[in-house]
């Protein structure tokens, strides 16, 4: 069957939303699709598709079989490749979830099976990308003491690195925007809030905190960019390295690195 | 105050750089109680332009010392700014880094001002500080000062998560050489204060839950190589040594900068040996991880490591007959020993081939190094050869397919090895 014959799912884009469709493919028997996000799909006029409506209960019935079937490292890496927000990852954990589902236990581990593999790959690359930002976080103190922080990630890592940054955090109030996916988490000492902020309040929110900024703010900001500076040894200089570590994508956000793009 | 703080970490940050250990592993401290910070896998907050990585804040309380170490930049008889912070700047400055999220803790190293136990007894103020009165959770790596007593050693360990003394030269006689004020026998007893105590805490604490942690991240010491002329193989068994009676978790190596013009070492404008250094920790990497004995990688036949290729490959050179090994039935043993085949792709290769016997295109895909991989092993499709290369050829076309950032000139054609 060529995959232009093949049925077309059209879902939410959302996690639910593709166990859903793998739920739905076991009931209409369709072993094969194509799948597509409905933000992004443009029905050509003389297809047909069918539309998956995000259900819960389907879902947590595909996710309660996953975990009977895989290995726990293996239902994290399910997890984490989805938020790569890759193209072609919906339906590579959708076939993924099939293989799992037709075989008997145990062939999670089969890295000799191209999906299984590419799976454990791209949740290799989200993890990277969350430790990264576990990493490049750069708060800056505010006048009303909210420790605020603007990231750009490659992949979709906020809701990855927000248990990690409330554990750590426990006893400040903190608050991570996403600038490209235009949400943020914030932390009040109690619990995490998702946050969207508009164009115009964003704006707002810079030009307001350049004056509410904390006294010491600057004299921290300051002494970390002499500390980079000191403990850098000139006679070792690699910048080879130092950019593959530290790509020229990340330095608008590095308090270390302002002023050097 | 803003420029004498400014000034402070300058001068004791850039003393403290020498010291390679950043590592902020291997403790499991959790926040307890909403204080701030924990500690985990690890995480490098930063890159410098040397490219090493930054997690902690390196610093020195004091570099005022009162020794006179060839090697050290601090030693007394150099005429260099001095400094010295007090407590409460040093518990400042790491909270406040902490808090912003720059660093995963503090590495806190001291010159000796006065003698060992003042010195000492400063350093554990300062952790304490941080734990008792910050309820500070983040990773603290403290330097044991030499000489200082095992009662405040002992109470340290109770407060830090690393906890290191450096053997500074390989040898004795190389430290007898550069610093005849230090020595071996020093270091080893302060490492033997903190292995026995861990030892103790650790097996009292199966009896009762609450006993608190010592030193959860173990020790670590650090070498400085190429000051003194020891070879590789004096540097890595000394390395052994260490890691077997002291149960270090890790052993640094530091390539020698000459920062001064003292005939006994290299002249100032000499470069590092980062090569050498690399190749070290690649020795070390097999000693700890790939099931190498020292003896196979450096021994009286082979005391210093090739330059040009990373250890195991010139193991693997050395040890035609062990190759080629069937990807599809060796031991994991025998697959991590094979050059281009990494601990993560051999556990990946165990895995899949219970579900049938495994193709070139599929370990290309795996993320082995086929290119060098190839020649040491067999798999499914493996082209059917009709004489092993051998290794002399073997070890020409390696080098020639290779491209080292490290090497300048063309490699030498057909050498013996």
Same mark, same amino acid.
């Given at each position: 069957m060529l995959t232009d014959d093949l049925p077309i799912y059209i879902f939410d884009g959302t996690f639910y939303g593709l166990l859903t469709a793998i739920f739905e493919s076991y009931e209409r028997k369709h072993p094969r699709i194509q799948l597509c996000c409905r933000e992004t799909y443009a029905p050509e006029f003389f297809? #047909?598709?069918?539309?998956?409506?995000?259900?819960?209960?389907?879902? +947590?019935?595909?996710?309660?079989?996953?975990?009977?079937?895989?290995?726990?490292?293996?239902? #994290?890496h399910f997890y984490k490749a989805f938020f790569s927000e890759q193209a072609a990852i919906h339906l590579a954990l959708f &076939?993924?979830?099939?293989?799992?589902?037709?075989?008997?236990? #145990?062939?999670?581990?089969?890295y000799g099976h191209e999906?299984?593999?590419?799976?454990?790959?791209?949740? +290799?690359?989200?993890?990277?990308?969350?430790? &990264?930002?576990?990493?490049?976080?750069r708060f800056k103190k505010s006048g009303n003491g909210l420790f605020f922080a603007v990231i750009s990630p490659d992949y979709n890592v906020l809701p990855l690195i927000s248990k990690h940054f409330r554990n750590r955090y426990a006893d400040q109030p903190w608050l991570i925007y996403d600038e490209r996916r235009k949400y943020g988490i914030h932390y009040d000492l109690h619990a995490l809030h998702e946050v969207t902020i508009d164009f115009t309040q964003e704006q707002a929110m810079t030009a307001q905190t350049a004056v509410i900024i904390d006294a010491q703010e600057e004299l921290y900001t300051q002494l970390w960019k002499d500390y980079f500076r000191s403990t850098n040894i000139a006679e070792r200089r690699n910048m080879k390295l130092h950019i593959q570590h530290v790509p020229r994508r990340y330095w608008r956000y590095l308090t270390e690195k302002e002023g050097k793009l | 105050m803003y420029e004498r703080i400014r000034e402070k970490l300058s001068i004791l940050a850039d003393a403290a750089k020498y010291d390679v250990s950043c590592s902020s592993s291997g403790s499991d401290r959790k926040n307890t109680g909403?204080?701030?910070?924990?500690?985990?896998?690890?995480?490098?907050?930063?890159?410098?332009?040397?490219?090493?990585?930054v997690s902690l804040l390196k610093i020195l309380l004091t570099n005022f010392c009162i020794y006179d170490c060839a090697f050290c930049v601090s030693r007394r008889s150099n005429d260099i700014r001095r400094a010295a912070f007090t407590v409460e700047e040093v518990v400042s400055l790491t909270m406040n880094f902490y808090r912003r999220n720059y660093i995963e803790g503090l590495f806190l190293s001291s010159g000796i001002f006065k003698d060992a136990d003042y010195t000492m007894e400063r350093m554990l103020r300062i952790v304490k500080k941080l734990r008792l009165e910050e309820n500070y959770n983040g990773y603290i790596?403290?330097?044991?000062?030499?000489?200082a007593s095992e009662a405040l050693v002992t109470e340290a360990g109770l407060y830090a998560d690393r906890m290191s003394i450096n053997l500074e030269m390989p040898t004795e006689q190389g430290l007898q050489l550069l610093a005849p004020e230090k020595s071996h026998e020093e270091v080893k007893r302060e490492l033997a204060v903190i292995r026995d105590q861990a030892v103790a805490y650790n097996s009292e604490r199966k009896l009762i839950k609450t006993t608190p942690k010592f030193v959860p991240a173990g020790q670590s010491t650090q070498m400085v190589i190429g000051a003194t002329p020891e070879s590789d193989k004096d540097i890595m068994h000394t390395a052994q040594a260490f890691y077997k009676h002291y149960a270090l978790k890790r052993v640094y190596y530091s390539g020698y900068i000459p920062i001064s013009n003292d005939s006994r070492m290299p002249a100032v404008g000499t470069r590092p040996p980062l090569i050498r250094e690399n190749r070290l920790y690649q020795t070390d990497w097999l000693m700890r991880f790939y099931d190498f004995d020292v003896a196979e990688l450096l021994n009286d036949e082979h005391p210093n490591l090739d330059m040009d290729m990373d250890p195991k490959l010139a193991w693997a050179l050395r040890n035609p007959h062990i190759f080629p090994v069937d990807i599809n039935t060796a031991d994991y043993k025998l697959i991590i020993r094979v050059p281009g085949i990494g601990i993560r792709s051999a556990q990946k290769i165990i895995a899949a081939r219970k579900f049938g016997k495994l193709h070139i295109h599929q370990l290309k895909k795996m993320g082995i190094a086929y290119n060098r991989a190839q020649y040491f092993i067999r798999c499914a499709d493996s082209p059917f050869l009709l004489r092993e290369p051998d290794p002399s050829q073997?070890?020409?076309?390696?080098?020639?397919?290779?491209?080292s950032?490290?090497?300048?000139?063309?490699?030498?054609?057909?050498?013996l090895f």
């Open positions: 297809s #047909g598709h069918i539309d998956i409506h995000s259900d819960k209960v389907k879902a +947590q019935r595909v996710w309660r079989g996953l975990q009977q079937k895989v290995a726990s490292v293996h239902l #994290g &076939r993924y979830a099939r293989y799992i589902f037709d075989h008997p236990a #145990g062939h999670d581990f089969n999906d299984v593999l590419a799976i454990a790959q791209m949740s +290799q690359r989200v993890h990277r990308e969350k430790h &990264r930002m576990e990493a490049f976080v | 909403k204080g701030i910070g924990d500690t985990g896998s690890g995480i490098c907050h930063t890159y410098t332009e040397d490219g090493r990585c790596h403290l330097k044991t000062i030499p000489g073997l070890k020409a076309l390696l080098l020639r397919q290779s491209t950032k490290y090497r300048t000139t063309a490699p030498e054609q057909l050498t």
